[in-house]
């Protein structure tokens, strides 16, 4: 007799291979620029896959990729990280990609994404990953899809039950698809920064009242959970209108990139293994610390990282 199959997330969303250049001085621009220039798999999406695997969680990437070697090297990465690729999607263009440019203290400076391949994702060619998302524990969708795939996914999770995450990715991304963050498919949780909050809420958030009052909008529009990132404010959790302040833990900061992501990650994480939501963003935080003490975008050593911070109090 078999036992409980282990709960699991799917995250759709966007996989790309992330170039970072990182200045060795303070960035002047309009002229070159010492430094060290690296190329690692990335994407939102994907990023946050790898989070939750590193983390112990199982978890399937459904991501658009190209029939080119940046495809079938994210998805080499991603099986020897851990994440289910069974229902990664071959497309006809270029695997996407994400140039950033770091200022030497690991700041970003400016990014380019280039996210053609995930564009030409369309509802027909996740139709076999319908059975996937309707028995996962927990959906993350990200907004690098397009609002025809986000409102797919979004209605198969909610139909069968699943709670969703959604990560907005950018203002941009955030604004496009506000439209259907709407109560008749109620939205478990949401995961923006304070500027994709106003993208999403239609409305400025300068102040703590008026970031409360925006993510009561959210409440009214079907999102149980609000959890805003504010930087090294820390973030704020708002829970069918139950407001709390979280700190952001101390750390080092080598590399800012994949920070939003791992937040992301460890929160799903703790949902996964069954923590409550306000527990599942403190580990969020915990994870993020640990992340940008790191050069890497995802760190392969999250779990022992994480398990150590937890004995010592110590996030590096």
């Known amino acids: 007799m078999g036992g409980v199959p282990e709960p699991y997330a799917v995250v759709v969303g966007g996989a790309a291979m992330d170039v970072k250049a990182r200045s060795a001085a303070p960035v002047r621009m309009q002229t070159s620029n010492p430094g060290t220039v690296t190329q690692t798999p990335g994407g939102v999406g994907r990023n946050i896959a790898e989070g939750i695997a590193r983390l112990g969680s199982p978890v399937h990437l459904v991501a658009a990729v190209?029939?080119?070697?940046a495809g079938n090297a994210l998805a080499q990465q991603a099986r020897t990280a851990g994440i289910g690729v069974g229902h990664l999607v071959l497309v006809p263009h270029p695997t996407g990609s994400y140039l950033a440019l770091l200022d030497h203290d690991g700041e970003l400076v400016v990014a380019v994404s280039d996210f053609a391949a995930t564009d030409a994702l369309t509802t027909a060619g996740l139709a076999g990953s319908r059975e996937l998302i309707a028995d996962a524990a927990v959906v993350v969708v990200d907004a690098n899809l397009s609002a025809e795939v986000f409102a797919w996914v979004l209605r198969t999770a909610t139909d069968a039950g699943v709670r969703v995450v959604f990560e907005p990715v950018s203002v941009a991304k955030a604004a496009r698809l506000a439209h259907l963050v709407q109560p008749a498919v109620p939205?478990?949780?949401?995961?923006?920064?304070?500027?994709?909050?106003?993208a999403l809420a239609g409305r400025p958030v300068g102040t703590l009242d008026e970031l409360i009052?925006?993510?009561?909008?959210?409440?009214?529009?079907?999102?149980?959970?609000?959890?805003?990132s504010r930087g090294?404010?820390?973030?704020?959790?708002?829970?069918?209108?139950?407001?709390?302040?979280?700190?952001?833990g101390p750390t080092e900061v080598v590399d800012?990139?994949?920070a939003g992501d791992a937040l992301t990650a460890g929160f799903v994480h703790g949902l996964l293994t069954g923590a409550d939501v306000t527990s599942a963003a403190r580990l969020g935080h915990r994870v993020a610390a640990l992340t940008v003490a790191s050069r890497h975008t995802v760190r392969p050593d999250l779990a022992t990282a994480v398990a150590e911070s937890l004995t010592t109090g110590v996030t590096r």
């Not at 190209?66 to 070697?69: A, Q």
């Not at 069918?240 to 952001?248: F, H, P, S, W, Y």
Request: charged fraction near 15%; proline fraction near 4%.
């Open 66 to 69: 190209g029939d080119d070697p």
């Open 187 to 198: 939205i478990f949780a949401t995961t923006p920064n304070t500027d994709e909050l106003a």
């Open 213 to 228: 009052a925006a993510t009561r909008l959210l409440h009214d529009r079907g999102v149980a959970n609000v959890w805003v």
């Open 232 to 248: 090294v404010a820390g973030s704020l959790l708002s829970t069918d209108g139950e407001v709390t302040l979280l700190q952001a």
């Open 256 to 258: 800012v990139t994949g």
